[in-house]
């Protein structure tokens, strides 16, 4: 097996509340392999965006802070970094996409030169010959008529444009990994067709390795090879896509499967009830509890679930941190 | 079965002042028909910008300059004067997207569901508060919640609020704009289910908008697909999904990612962005990005044609 590119080991952050501290991540263990595609699966406020901003060294200054664990890139512990260490990985070695393409980008600056900056910042590279990688960026990313676009104001490109260039941006140092949050929800199905196909070819193109933080199981089920389904600051399961989504061994990840209504290969006339999670996630407050967190929501819950963290059970390549994981 | 709602080439523009005294129209909505019959619902999808949300607004003439002939239960809608029209208003009521931006945060949930009573009029003073209590039962809200703000709430409850606040003066027609589009995914399935147990329970028809084609397959009876204002293709739900026609239709449910494994389908990709609402093209307004393009496309619209029953495509390659 190879090296893995990125390892989280027992990672804990914890969240400044008035009441005290809160782990909104605990205990998450996790790896992510050169040229893979992982995805974080779960429901807002299950911890999956938090993670990504301990990977980029971004958890919001005074409030959030790892209080232990490892985050090994490269065999260096990202934890442990400085500003300036880090200001040299993110944007150069690791890079981030956001959910929203309309305010990610400076409007003030036209896109070439926040393509351009990039560059400069972390490659050295000339004015001109910064513009002129820009243009192959933007070319890269599929933005027609590259040459003359590259002076264009973000506000006079529309939203699947936007999501391309900050793409290009993120991909103008060649990453080693790509951090992807939410990148297509606020774009229509078709823009995010074509921002997905470019995604993957790119991926496959420059070897770098994606992590897609969605709850859309779709586009987990098309883009990924592995997955993470985090519930309250933990991971309730992973493990390689096709296996989890056809013999989910959590009820969370069962839950988060069947409450879609999911396009069929046939539809038919029948049209039963949508499987109910019911309830939502719990309070940030009761995150630390050794208990299954799941539990109020879950409707094989019993006395062991309340009263202990269930460890994490080995199905092959498939984990499930549920106490009644081999009966599903 | 009749026809609870009738729409005739229905048009909605809005102005747009470009300099001075110049004003150019955009038509949001452009000479649309459709009907929705009692008792089932009719989801229009569409992308941002196609008009499904301003359709089904202008038709409550809620929003925009509305041209065109639209009947709800007897009633011509377009016609009345405002007074009529305020009242008239109780037989169609809105159920929005944001839950936390269409409540009034200055008001309890109470006041909130009871208001459109006060404000139409449709029922006795003193039987307004049963009526909200029975309400909060039907959404599944608990009695002693009836005191609470909406900040006290979470985005599904709100979105109970929401739905009770649609049902409080017995509507003929409830429009569903994006209803669950806000919400996390386990909650959207309770929303979803809660309408739906709703419609059997009460008889409801719904005009539902949505852009995510997985949540109209499973709630709409009757599918209309729009495209920069127009309607391109309209069927029944088994037809729509399983045979679609129109090349638009079939690069939109080609583009929606999904868990069959089954369902791997070619992807249509469509090239580029849609022309320039404020300048239409001439011909069908899908031929820049179609992949089944000829001459004729361009130079004229091609009209909503029955192709099978229940089934009508504005394609002249359908």
């Given at each position: 097996?190879?090296?893995?590119?990125?390892?989280?080991?027992?990672?804990?952050?914890?969240?400044?509340?008035?009441?005290?501290?809160?782990?909104?991540?605990?205990?998450?263990?996790?790896?992510?392999?050169?040229?893979?595609?992982?995805?974080?699966?779960?429901?807002?406020?299950?911890?999956?965006?938090?993670?990504?901003?301990?990977?980029?060294?971004?958890?919001?200054?005074?409030?959030?802070?790892?209080?232990?664990?490892?985050?090994?890139?490269?065999?260096?512990?990202?934890?442990?970094?400085?500003?300036?260490?880090?200001?040299?990985?993110?944007?150069?070695?690791?890079?981030?996409?956001?959910?929203?393409?309309?305010?990610?980008?400076?409007?003030?600056?036209?896109?070439?030169?926040?393509?351009?900056?990039?560059?400069?910042?972390?490659?050295?590279?000339?004015?001109?010959?910064?513009?002129?990688?820009?243009?192959?960026?933007?070319?890269?990313?599929?933005?027609?008529?590259?040459?003359?676009?590259?002076?264009?104001?973000?506000?006079?490109?529309?939203?699947?444009?936007?999501?391309?260039?900050?793409?290009?941006?993120?991909?103008?140092?060649?990453?080693?990994?790509?951090?992807?949050?939410?990148?297509?929800?606020?774009?229509?199905?078709?823009?995010?067709?074509?921002?997905?196909?470019?995604?993957?070819?790119?991926?496959?193109?420059?070897?770098?390795?994606?992590?897609?933080?969605?709850?859309?199981?779709?586009?987990?089920?098309?883009?990924?090879?592995?997955?993470?389904?985090?519930?309250?600051?933990?991971?309730?399961?992973?493990?390689?896509?096709?296996?989890?989504?056809?013999?989910?061994?959590?009820?969370?990840?069962?839950?988060?499967?069947?409450?879609?209504?999911?396009?069929?290969?046939?539809?038919?006339?029948?049209?039963?009830?949508?499987?109910?999670?019911?309830?939502?996630?719990?309070?940030?407050?009761?995150?630390?509890?050794?208990?299954?967190?799941?539990?109020?929501?879950?409707?094989?819950?019993?006395?062991?679930?309340?009263?202990?963290?269930?460890p994490e059970v080995a199905f092959g390549e498939q984990h499930s941190a549920c106490w009644k994981a081999d009966q599903l | 079965m009749t026809a609870l709602l009738t729409v005739e080439n229905l048009s909605v523009r809005f102005p747009i002042k470009r300099g001075w005294g110049k004003t150019s129209w955009l038509y949001a909505v452009d000479d649309v028909s459709f009907e929705v019959q009692r008792g089932e619902t009719l989801a229009i999808v569409g992308e941002s910008g196609s008009g499904k949300t301003t359709a089904a607004l202008g038709v409550a003439r809620l929003v925009g300059n509305s041209g065109g002939k639209v009947d709800l239960a007897g009633e011509d809608f377009l016609a009345l004067e405002p007074e009529a029209l305020r009242r008239a208003r109780a037989k169609v009521q809105v159920i929005f997207q944001d839950p936390y931006s269409s409540l009034n945060p200055r008001l309890r949930a109470e006041a909130i569901v009871r208001e459109p009573m006060d404000s139409i009029g449709t029922l006795p003073v003193d039987q307004r508060a049963a009526r909200v209590a029975e309400l909060f039962e039907q959404v599944g809200l608990r009695p002693e919640q009836m005191k609470l703000f909406p900040h006290q709430f979470s985005g599904g409850q709100r979105q109970r609020i929401g739905i009770a606040r649609a049902l409080a003066t017995n509507p003929e027609l409830i429009i569903c704009d994006e209803a669950v589009s806000a919400l996390d995914v386990a909650v959207q399935a309770q929303i979803l289910n809660l309408l739906r147990r709703l419609q059997r329970d009460l008889g409801l028809t719904y005009l539902f908008i949505s852009h995510d084609l997985g949540v109209v397959q499973h709630m709409s009876d009757h599918i209309a697909v729009m495209y920069m204002g127009k309607i391109v293709e309209y069927a029944d739900r088994l037809s729509l999904f399983n045979s679609p026609r129109h090349p638009y239709t079939k690069a939109l449910l080609s583009a929606v990612p999904s868990v069959d494994q089954k369902r791997k389908v070619e992807r249509l990709l469509i090239p580029g962005d849609p022309p320039d609402p404020l300048n239409p093209p001439r011909g069908c307004r899908f031929a820049s990005r179609c992949h089944f393009v000829e001459d004729a496309c361009r130079s004229e619209q091609p009209p909503l044609t029955e192709v099978a029953a229940h089934h009508k495509v504005a394609c002249i390659k359908a």
């Open positions: 097996m190879t090296e893995p590119l990125l390892k989280i080991e027992n990672l804990r952050i914890e969240l400044a509340l008035r009441s005290g501290q809160a782990p909104v991540i605990d205990d998450l263990s996790l790896e992510l392999r050169p040229g893979e595609t992982l995805s974080f699966v779960g429901e807002s406020g299950c911890g999956k965006s938090m993670t990504a901003l301990a990977i980029m060294g971004l958890l919001p200054e005074k409030v959030g802070s790892i209080a232990g664990g490892r985050i090994l890139f490269d065999g260096r512990d990202m934890a442990q970094m400085n500003d300036a260490q880090l200001r040299s990985i993110r944007g150069n070695e690791i890079s981030m996409i956001f959910q929203e393409p309309m305010t990610s980008l400076n409007p003030v600056y036209t896109v070439g030169e926040q393509i351009a900056e990039v560059l400069r910042r972390h490659k050295g590279m000339s004015k001109q010959a910064a513009w002129a990688r820009a243009i192959e960026l933007l070319d890269a990313v599929r933005i027609p008529n590259a040459k003359s676009r590259v002076s264009d104001y973000p506000h006079q490109m529309s939203g699947g444009q936007r999501q391309r260039v900050m793409i290009a941006i993120a991909l103008a140092c060649a990453p080693k990994i790509l951090i992807a949050d939410e990148p297509t929800t606020a774009l229509d199905v078709t823009v995010q067709a074509q921002i997905f196909d470019l995604l993957r070819d790119l991926g496959r193109e420059t070897g770098t390795a994606i992590i897609l933080i969605t709850h859309d199981m779709g586009a987990v089920s098309e883009m990924a090879d592995r997955m993470v389904v985090m519930y309250a600051g933990r991971k309730a399961e992973d493990g390689p896509v096709a296996p989890v989504i056809s013999h989910p061994r959590h009820p969370y990840t069962k839950g988060l499967i069947s409450c879609v209504p999911h396009l069929l290969a046939k539809l038919t006339e029948q049209r039963p009830d949508l499987t109910e999670v019911p309830g939502i996630v719990p309070a940030l407050a009761s995150f630390g509890a050794d208990a299954c967190l799941f539990a109020s929501r879950c409707d094989m819950a019993d006395d062991k679930c309340r009263s202990s963290r269930p | -």
